[in-house]
Protein backbone atom coordinates (compact mmCIF):
# COMPACT_ATOMS: atom_id res chain seq x y z
CA UNK A 1 0.00 0.00 0.00
CA UNK A 2 2.69 2.49 1.20
CA UNK A 3 3.82 1.86 -2.91
CA UNK A 4 0.96 3.23 -3.51
CA UNK A 5 0.81 6.17 -1.90
CA UNK A 6 4.31 7.10 -2.75
CA UNK A 7 3.64 7.37 -6.15
CA UNK A 8 0.66 9.09 -6.12
CA UNK A 9 2.64 11.83 -3.68
CA UNK A 10 4.86 12.08 -7.02
CA UNK A 11 2.02 12.25 -9.67
CA UNK A 12 0.00 14.80 -7.47
CA UNK A 13 2.44 17.26 -7.08
CA UNK A 14 4.03 16.89 -10.83
CA UNK A 15 0.47 17.01 -12.78
CA UNK A 16 0.65 19.36 -14.97
CA UNK A 17 -3.18 20.98 -16.26
CA UNK A 18 -3.11 24.41 -17.97
CA UNK A 19 -6.64 24.19 -18.41
CA UNK A 20 -9.65 23.45 -16.15
CA UNK A 21 -12.25 21.46 -18.11
CA UNK A 22 -15.84 22.73 -17.52
CA UNK A 23 -16.54 18.79 -16.41
CA UNK A 24 -15.19 19.14 -13.47
CA UNK A 25 -17.41 21.70 -11.92
CA UNK A 26 -20.49 19.95 -13.66
CA UNK A 27 -19.87 16.75 -11.80
CA UNK A 28 -21.85 16.27 -8.70
CA UNK A 29 -19.03 14.82 -6.56
CA UNK A 30 -21.20 13.58 -3.92
CA UNK A 31 -22.29 10.58 -5.33
CA UNK A 32 -20.32 7.79 -4.09
CA UNK A 33 -19.81 6.05 -7.55
CA UNK A 34 -18.87 7.67 -10.71
CA UNK A 35 -17.66 6.79 -13.98
CA UNK A 36 -15.71 8.93 -16.11
CA UNK A 37 -15.93 7.74 -20.10
CA UNK A 38 -13.93 9.17 -22.72
CA UNK A 39 -11.74 8.41 -25.90
CA UNK A 40 -8.15 7.38 -25.69
CA UNK A 41 -5.93 10.74 -25.53
CA UNK A 42 -8.70 13.18 -24.08
CA UNK A 43 -7.34 13.24 -20.47
CA UNK A 44 -8.80 11.26 -18.06
CA UNK A 45 -5.74 10.32 -16.08
CA UNK A 46 -4.59 13.98 -16.14
CA UNK A 47 -8.47 15.01 -15.29
CA UNK A 48 -8.29 12.35 -11.95
CA UNK A 49 -4.83 13.51 -10.68
CA UNK A 50 -6.37 17.44 -11.33
CA UNK A 51 -8.94 16.48 -9.05
CA UNK A 52 -6.64 15.16 -6.50
CA UNK A 53 -4.61 17.83 -6.53
CA UNK A 54 -7.86 20.68 -6.17
CA UNK A 55 -9.46 18.62 -3.38
CA UNK A 56 -7.03 16.45 -1.35
CA UNK A 57 -3.33 17.79 -2.42
CA UNK A 58 -1.28 14.95 -0.96
CA UNK A 59 -3.55 14.04 1.94
CA UNK A 60 -3.61 10.20 2.13
CA UNK A 61 -7.25 10.41 2.87
CA UNK A 62 -7.47 10.19 -1.29
CA UNK A 63 -5.40 7.15 -4.03
CA UNK A 64 -4.95 7.46 -7.18
CA UNK A 65 -4.68 4.14 -8.94
CA UNK A 66 -4.11 2.40 -12.36
CA UNK A 67 -5.27 -0.66 -13.00
CA UNK A 68 -1.68 -1.29 -15.47
CA UNK A 69 -0.33 -2.30 -12.05
CA UNK A 70 0.79 -5.82 -11.63
CA UNK A 71 -0.04 -5.66 -8.68
CA UNK A 72 -4.07 -6.75 -9.08
CA UNK A 73 -2.93 -9.59 -10.52
CA UNK A 74 -3.08 -11.17 -7.18
CA UNK A 75 -4.94 -9.05 -5.21
CA UNK A 76 -8.56 -8.38 -5.74
CA UNK A 77 -10.04 -4.54 -5.86
CA UNK A 78 -12.07 -5.70 -2.86
CA UNK A 79 -9.11 -6.10 -0.67
CA UNK A 80 -7.21 -3.36 -1.86
CA UNK A 81 -10.45 -1.22 -1.12
CA UNK A 82 -10.90 -2.62 2.55
CA UNK A 83 -7.37 -1.86 3.20
CA UNK A 84 -7.43 1.81 1.79
CA UNK A 85 -10.26 2.20 4.25
CA UNK A 86 -8.88 0.25 7.04
CA UNK A 87 -6.33 3.09 7.28
CA UNK A 88 -8.66 6.16 6.86
CA UNK A 89 -9.14 5.97 3.34
CA UNK A 90 -12.25 8.27 2.09
CA UNK A 91 -12.04 8.27 -2.18
CA UNK A 92 -10.28 6.16 -4.26
CA UNK A 93 -9.59 7.44 -8.09
CA UNK A 94 -9.46 4.30 -10.28
CA UNK A 95 -7.98 4.50 -14.03
CA UNK A 96 -8.04 1.98 -16.92
CA UNK A 97 -10.97 -0.23 -15.04
CA UNK A 98 -11.44 -1.89 -17.79
CA UNK A 99 -8.02 -4.03 -17.80
CA UNK A 100 -9.38 -5.45 -14.66
CA UNK A 101 -11.67 -8.55 -15.31
CA UNK A 102 -14.70 -8.62 -13.45
CA UNK A 103 -14.24 -4.72 -12.32
CA UNK A 104 -18.47 -3.95 -12.49
CA UNK A 105 -19.00 -6.75 -9.71
CA UNK A 106 -16.39 -5.80 -7.22
CA UNK A 107 -17.31 -1.80 -7.74
CA UNK A 108 -20.54 -2.71 -6.58
CA UNK A 109 -19.41 -5.13 -3.69
CA UNK A 110 -17.09 -2.05 -2.72
CA UNK A 111 -19.89 0.06 -2.82
CA UNK A 112 -22.26 -1.99 -0.55
CA UNK A 113 -19.04 -3.70 1.88
CA UNK A 114 -17.92 0.71 2.88
CA UNK A 115 -20.59 2.75 2.61
CA UNK A 116 -18.27 6.11 3.68
CA UNK A 117 -15.75 5.30 0.57
CA UNK A 118 -16.28 7.46 -3.01
CA UNK A 119 -15.20 5.68 -6.26
CA UNK A 120 -14.42 7.63 -9.30
CA UNK A 121 -12.98 5.42 -12.04
CA UNK A 122 -12.21 5.99 -15.36
CA UNK A 123 -13.21 3.86 -18.67
CA UNK A 124 -13.10 4.02 -22.82
CA UNK A 125 -15.64 5.80 -24.44
CA UNK A 126 -16.83 2.03 -25.70
CA UNK A 127 -18.03 0.85 -22.30
CA UNK A 128 -21.76 0.96 -21.89
CA UNK A 129 -21.28 1.68 -17.96
CA UNK A 130 -24.93 1.78 -17.44
CA UNK A 131 -26.57 -0.52 -20.27
CA UNK A 132 -24.18 -3.65 -20.07
CA UNK A 133 -23.14 -3.79 -16.50
CA UNK A 134 -26.19 -4.60 -14.35
CA UNK A 135 -24.05 -4.50 -11.00
CA UNK A 136 -23.59 -0.51 -10.79
CA UNK A 137 -26.54 0.44 -13.30
CA UNK A 138 -28.69 1.84 -10.09
CA UNK A 139 -25.85 3.63 -8.51
CA UNK A 140 -23.97 4.69 -10.70
CA UNK A 141 -23.59 8.09 -12.36
CA UNK A 142 -21.85 8.09 -15.54
CA UNK A 143 -19.95 11.59 -16.96
CA UNK A 144 -18.07 11.84 -20.52
CA UNK A 145 -15.20 14.06 -21.02
CA UNK A 146 -14.39 15.38 -24.30
CA UNK A 147 -11.07 16.77 -25.53
CA UNK A 148 -10.59 20.51 -25.68
CA UNK A 149 -13.18 22.68 -27.27
CA UNK A 150 -12.12 25.77 -29.09
CA UNK A 151 -12.80 28.10 -26.15
CA UNK A 152 -10.41 25.27 -23.49
CA UNK A 153 -7.75 25.67 -26.96
CA UNK A 154 -7.90 29.84 -27.30
CA UNK A 155 -7.52 29.97 -23.69
CA UNK A 156 -4.52 28.24 -23.28
CA UNK A 157 -3.20 29.90 -26.22
CA UNK A 158 -4.61 32.99 -25.30
CA UNK A 159 -3.77 33.52 -21.81
CA UNK A 160 -7.65 34.50 -21.43
CA UNK A 161 -10.33 32.70 -19.64
CA UNK A 162 -13.36 32.79 -21.69
CA UNK A 163 -16.66 30.88 -20.39
CA UNK A 164 -18.74 28.86 -22.12
CA UNK A 165 -22.04 29.80 -23.42
CA UNK A 166 -25.48 27.74 -23.91
CA UNK A 167 -26.65 27.67 -27.97
CA UNK A 168 -29.92 29.92 -26.35
CA UNK A 169 -27.24 32.38 -25.22
CA UNK A 170 -25.36 32.29 -28.36
CA UNK A 171 -28.50 32.25 -30.47
CA UNK A 172 -29.72 35.27 -29.22
CA UNK A 173 -26.86 37.37 -28.09
CA UNK A 174 -24.12 36.40 -30.41
CA UNK A 175 -23.11 39.95 -31.63
CA UNK A 176 -22.76 41.04 -28.07
CA UNK A 177 -20.76 37.67 -27.20
CA UNK A 178 -18.49 37.77 -29.99
CA UNK A 179 -17.54 41.49 -29.71
CA UNK A 180 -16.61 41.11 -26.22
CA UNK A 181 -14.22 37.83 -26.81
CA UNK A 182 -13.05 40.40 -29.86
CA UNK A 183 -12.32 43.07 -27.30
CA UNK A 184 -9.26 40.99 -26.33
CA UNK A 185 -7.95 38.52 -28.85
CA UNK A 186 -8.82 37.83 -32.28
CA UNK A 187 -10.46 33.90 -32.61
CA UNK A 188 -9.63 33.18 -36.08
CA UNK A 189 -5.82 34.06 -36.04
CA UNK A 190 -6.28 30.61 -33.85
CA UNK A 191 -8.96 28.70 -35.49
CA UNK A 192 -7.10 26.70 -37.97
CA UNK A 193 -4.44 25.74 -35.57
CA UNK A 194 -7.39 24.22 -33.34
CA UNK A 195 -9.07 22.46 -36.19
CA UNK A 196 -5.88 21.29 -37.23
CA UNK A 197 -4.31 19.91 -33.39
CA UNK A 198 -6.02 21.26 -30.69
CA UNK A 199 -8.90 18.59 -30.20
CA UNK A 200 -6.27 16.20 -28.42
CA UNK A 201 -4.24 17.72 -24.88
CA UNK A 202 -1.54 15.51 -26.05
CA UNK A 203 -0.50 18.62 -28.61
CA UNK A 204 1.14 20.13 -25.31
CA UNK A 205 3.76 17.31 -25.49
CA UNK A 206 6.73 17.57 -27.02
CA UNK A 207 6.45 14.76 -29.69
CA UNK A 208 5.28 14.90 -33.16
CA UNK A 209 1.41 15.19 -33.13
CA UNK A 210 0.59 13.77 -35.94
CA UNK A 211 2.44 10.33 -35.12
CA UNK A 212 1.09 10.53 -31.77
CA UNK A 213 -2.46 10.61 -33.14
CA UNK A 214 -2.26 7.56 -35.43
CA UNK A 215 -0.57 5.66 -32.53
CA UNK A 216 -3.98 6.68 -30.59
CA UNK A 217 -6.08 5.68 -33.54
CA UNK A 218 -4.43 1.94 -33.50
CA UNK A 219 -4.55 1.92 -29.40
CA UNK A 220 -8.11 2.93 -29.70
CA UNK A 221 -8.41 -0.07 -32.34
CA UNK A 222 -6.67 -2.42 -30.80
CA UNK A 223 -7.59 -1.84 -26.91
CA UNK A 224 -10.72 0.01 -26.72
CA UNK A 225 -12.78 -1.94 -29.79
CA UNK A 226 -10.72 -5.46 -29.69
CA UNK A 227 -10.04 -5.73 -26.15
CA UNK A 228 -13.70 -4.58 -24.38
CA UNK A 229 -15.62 -5.78 -27.56
CA UNK A 230 -13.93 -9.12 -27.04
CA UNK A 231 -13.31 -9.61 -31.03
CA UNK A 232 -10.29 -11.56 -31.89
CA UNK A 233 -7.14 -9.78 -33.38
CA UNK A 234 -7.39 -11.36 -37.03
CA UNK A 235 -10.52 -9.18 -37.34
CA UNK A 236 -8.06 -6.33 -36.42
CA UNK A 237 -7.28 -5.46 -40.36
CA UNK A 238 -10.82 -5.35 -41.34
CA UNK A 239 -12.06 -2.87 -39.02
CA UNK A 240 -9.10 -0.44 -39.46
CA UNK A 241 -9.68 -0.60 -43.27
CA UNK A 242 -13.18 0.12 -42.73
CA UNK A 243 -11.90 2.99 -40.35
CA UNK A 244 -9.79 4.34 -43.57
CA UNK A 245 -12.41 4.04 -46.26
CA UNK A 246 -15.22 5.73 -43.95
CA UNK A 247 -12.66 8.53 -43.33
CA UNK A 248 -11.53 8.56 -46.95
CA UNK A 249 -15.51 9.03 -47.95
CA UNK A 250 -17.07 11.33 -44.68
CA UNK A 251 -18.86 12.92 -44.59
CA UNK A 252 -20.84 10.63 -47.00
CA UNK A 253 -23.80 7.97 -47.00
CA UNK A 254 -22.18 4.44 -46.33
CA UNK A 255 -22.65 1.97 -48.69
CA UNK A 256 -22.82 -1.17 -46.27
CA UNK A 257 -23.16 -3.79 -49.46
CA UNK A 258 -19.93 -2.22 -51.15
CA UNK A 259 -17.78 -1.83 -47.81
CA UNK A 260 -19.18 -5.23 -46.57
CA UNK A 261 -17.84 -6.84 -50.50
CA UNK A 262 -14.62 -4.85 -49.56
CA UNK A 263 -13.51 -5.90 -46.39
CA UNK A 264 -14.80 -9.66 -46.97
CA UNK A 265 -17.41 -9.57 -44.03
CA UNK A 266 -21.66 -9.24 -43.66
CA UNK A 267 -23.71 -6.76 -43.79
CA UNK A 268 -24.55 -7.14 -40.46
CA UNK A 269 -21.24 -7.26 -39.37
CA UNK A 270 -20.07 -3.83 -41.31
CA UNK A 271 -22.81 -2.60 -38.77
CA UNK A 272 -21.60 -3.31 -36.15
CA UNK A 273 -18.15 -1.93 -36.74
CA UNK A 274 -19.16 1.58 -37.32
CA UNK A 275 -21.43 1.58 -33.82
CA UNK A 276 -17.73 -0.32 -32.27
CA UNK A 277 -16.01 2.91 -34.48
CA UNK A 278 -18.59 5.62 -33.29
CA UNK A 279 -18.63 4.55 -29.46
CA UNK A 280 -14.82 5.06 -29.77
CA UNK A 281 -15.57 8.28 -30.91
CA UNK A 282 -13.37 7.87 -34.34
CA UNK A 283 -16.29 8.51 -36.30
CA UNK A 284 -20.14 10.44 -35.95
CA UNK A 285 -23.44 8.66 -37.41
CA UNK A 286 -25.88 11.42 -38.64
CA UNK A 287 -29.57 10.13 -38.50
CA UNK A 288 -32.95 11.45 -39.90
CA UNK A 289 -34.86 12.93 -36.90
CA UNK A 290 -36.58 9.98 -35.45
CA UNK A 291 -34.06 7.51 -36.23
CA UNK A 292 -31.17 5.66 -34.81
CA UNK A 293 -29.15 2.67 -34.31
CA UNK A 294 -28.93 -0.18 -35.96
CA UNK A 295 -30.42 1.51 -38.76
CA UNK A 296 -27.98 2.71 -41.43
CA UNK A 297 -27.00 6.26 -40.76
CA UNK A 298 -27.90 8.73 -43.35
CA UNK A 299 -24.39 9.96 -43.02
CA UNK A 300 -21.19 9.03 -41.39
CA UNK A 301 -18.70 11.77 -40.53
CA UNK A 302 -15.47 11.79 -38.95
CA UNK A 303 -15.59 12.54 -35.58
CA UNK A 304 -13.30 15.64 -35.07
CA UNK A 305 -11.28 17.53 -37.50
CA UNK A 306 -8.00 16.59 -35.62
CA UNK A 307 -8.32 12.95 -37.29
CA UNK A 308 -9.47 14.94 -40.75
CA UNK A 309 -6.07 15.82 -41.12
CA UNK A 310 -4.26 13.16 -39.88
CA UNK A 311 -6.19 10.51 -41.98
CA UNK A 312 -6.00 12.97 -45.10
CA UNK A 313 -3.64 12.52 -48.02
CA UNK A 314 -4.64 15.73 -49.71
CA UNK A 315 -5.90 18.82 -49.42
CA UNK A 316 -8.50 19.54 -46.95
CA UNK A 317 -12.30 19.97 -48.37
CA UNK A 318 -13.07 23.26 -45.94
CA UNK A 319 -17.01 22.61 -46.42
CA UNK A 320 -16.15 19.42 -44.84
CA UNK A 321 -13.96 20.28 -42.29
CA UNK A 322 -16.87 23.06 -41.42
CA UNK A 323 -19.47 20.91 -40.96
CA UNK A 324 -17.10 18.32 -38.81
CA UNK A 325 -16.29 20.76 -36.66
CA UNK A 326 -20.46 22.32 -36.14
CA UNK A 327 -21.29 18.72 -35.36
CA UNK A 328 -18.18 17.90 -33.03
CA UNK A 329 -19.12 21.48 -31.28
CA UNK A 330 -22.68 20.67 -31.26
CA UNK A 331 -23.44 16.84 -30.16
CA UNK A 332 -22.33 17.29 -26.61
CA UNK A 333 -25.18 18.47 -25.32
CA UNK A 334 -27.56 18.22 -28.31
CA UNK A 335 -29.69 15.83 -30.25
CA UNK A 336 -28.01 16.39 -34.11
CA UNK A 337 -29.86 14.94 -36.90
CA UNK A 338 -29.89 15.63 -40.68
CA UNK A 339 -32.74 18.69 -41.78
CA UNK A 340 -34.85 18.01 -43.97
CA UNK A 341 -35.25 21.38 -45.78
CA UNK A 342 -32.18 20.62 -47.19
CA UNK A 343 -29.82 22.22 -45.16
CA UNK A 344 -27.09 20.59 -43.14
CA UNK A 345 -28.51 19.89 -39.76
CA UNK A 346 -31.53 19.94 -37.72
CA UNK A 347 -30.66 20.63 -33.91
CA UNK A 348 -32.96 19.69 -30.88
CA UNK A 349 -36.11 18.98 -33.62
CA UNK A 350 -35.68 22.97 -33.50
CA UNK A 351 -32.90 24.79 -35.01
CA UNK A 352 -31.79 24.64 -38.66
CA UNK A 353 -28.60 25.05 -39.50
CA UNK A 354 -26.08 25.98 -42.50
CA UNK A 355 -22.30 25.95 -42.43
CA UNK A 356 -21.01 28.03 -45.08
CA UNK A 357 -17.99 30.68 -45.89
CA UNK A 358 -18.37 33.79 -46.22
CA UNK A 359 -19.65 34.86 -49.11
CA UNK A 360 -20.27 38.57 -50.26
CA UNK A 361 -24.09 39.02 -51.17
CA UNK A 362 -25.48 36.05 -50.62
CA UNK A 363 -29.05 35.77 -49.64
CA UNK A 364 -29.76 34.70 -46.07
CA UNK A 365 -33.33 32.87 -45.56
CA UNK A 366 -34.92 34.29 -41.94
CA UNK A 367 -35.42 30.88 -40.51
CA UNK A 368 -32.29 29.24 -41.65
CA UNK A 369 -29.02 29.83 -39.16
CA UNK A 370 -25.55 30.14 -40.92
CA UNK A 371 -22.85 28.99 -38.82
CA UNK A 372 -20.29 31.06 -41.00
CA UNK A 373 -16.71 30.59 -40.92
CA UNK A 374 -14.55 33.64 -42.01
CA UNK A 375 -15.88 36.09 -39.88
CA UNK A 376 -15.52 37.10 -36.51
CA UNK A 377 -18.63 39.06 -36.15
CA UNK A 378 -21.74 37.80 -37.22
CA UNK A 379 -25.21 39.93 -38.07
CA UNK A 380 -29.24 38.44 -37.27
CA UNK A 381 -28.61 34.78 -38.33
CA UNK A 382 -25.57 35.04 -39.32
CA UNK A 383 -23.37 33.33 -36.80
CA UNK A 384 -19.54 33.17 -36.64
CA UNK A 385 -18.65 29.26 -37.06
CA UNK A 386 -15.75 29.77 -34.41
CA UNK A 387 -18.25 30.74 -31.74
CA UNK A 388 -19.92 27.30 -31.49
CA UNK A 389 -16.46 25.83 -29.91
CA UNK A 390 -17.48 28.17 -26.53
CA UNK A 391 -20.58 25.59 -26.07
CA UNK A 392 -18.52 23.71 -23.58
Not at 9 to 29: A, C, F, T
Not at 74 to 94: D, I, M, W
Not at 134 to 141: L, R
Not at 231 to 237: D, M, N, P, T
Request: hydrophobic share 40%; aromatic share 14%; charged share 20%.
Amino acid sequence: MEAFFTTYKYLVEHVQSPVRRVLMDEIDWTHRLIGIKGSRGVGKTTFLLQYAKERFGIDRSCLYVNFNNFYFTEHSLVEFAGEFCKLGGKTLLLDQIFKYENWSKELRECYDLYPDLHIVFSGSSVMRLIEDNTDIQDVVASYNLRGFSFREFLNLQSANAFKSYTLEEILQNHQQIASEICKSVHPLDYFQDYLHFGFYPFFLENRNFSENLVKTINMMLEVDILLIKQIELKYLSKIRKLLYLLMQSAPSAPNVSQLSTQIGVSRATIMNYIKYLKDARLINMLYSEGDEYPKKPNLVYIQNTNLLYTISSGVIDKKAENKTFFYNALHARHKVNTCKYHLDFSIDQQYHFKCDAKVENTKHYSKVIYATDGIELGNKNVIPLWLFGFLY
